[in-house]
């Protein structure tokens, strides 16, 4: 059974970091991308940043030079961290990842920016 279970999130002032993570069990972790997406009340959910296997990141551009997708092989866990947040990065964090055309997705983890 795949399981993608996120953590981190929390209430932050306008400015400030939060790490965000996601552990991943029940899949081979290091061949996948691995993906943060986030959905804020009455939007669509985005995609934010995404990493391979060999490291290279990309990131959506209102989060870039703020936020570093990062991935741990061994401990099959991605993270997201996220520096000089603002009120617009209020949303759901979602984790992400395919195999096979099958999306696999966690429940997510709350984050909310207090401006």
């Known amino acids: 059974q795949v399981q993608l279970v996120e953590s981190g999130g929390g209430l932050v002032q306008a400015g400030g970091s939060l790490r965000l993570s996601c552990a991943v069990s029940?899949?081979?972790?290091?061949?996948?991308?691995m993906n943060w997406y986030r959905q804020a009340p009455g939007k669509q959910r985005d995609l934010v940043a995404s990493i391979v296997s060999d490291g290279t990141t990309d990131y959506v551009d209102s989060v870039r030079g703020r936020f570093t997708i990062s991935r741990d092989n061994v401990k099959k866990t991605v993270y997201l961290q996220m520096n000089s947040l603002k009120a617009e990065d209020t949303a759901v964090y979602y984790c992400?990842?395919?195999?096979?055309?099958?999306?696999?997705w966690g429940r997510g983890t709350q984050v909310t920016v207090s401006s």
């Open positions: 992400n990842t395919q195999r096979f055309g099958q999306a696999y």
């Open positions: 029940g899949i081979s972790f290091s061949p996948r991308i």
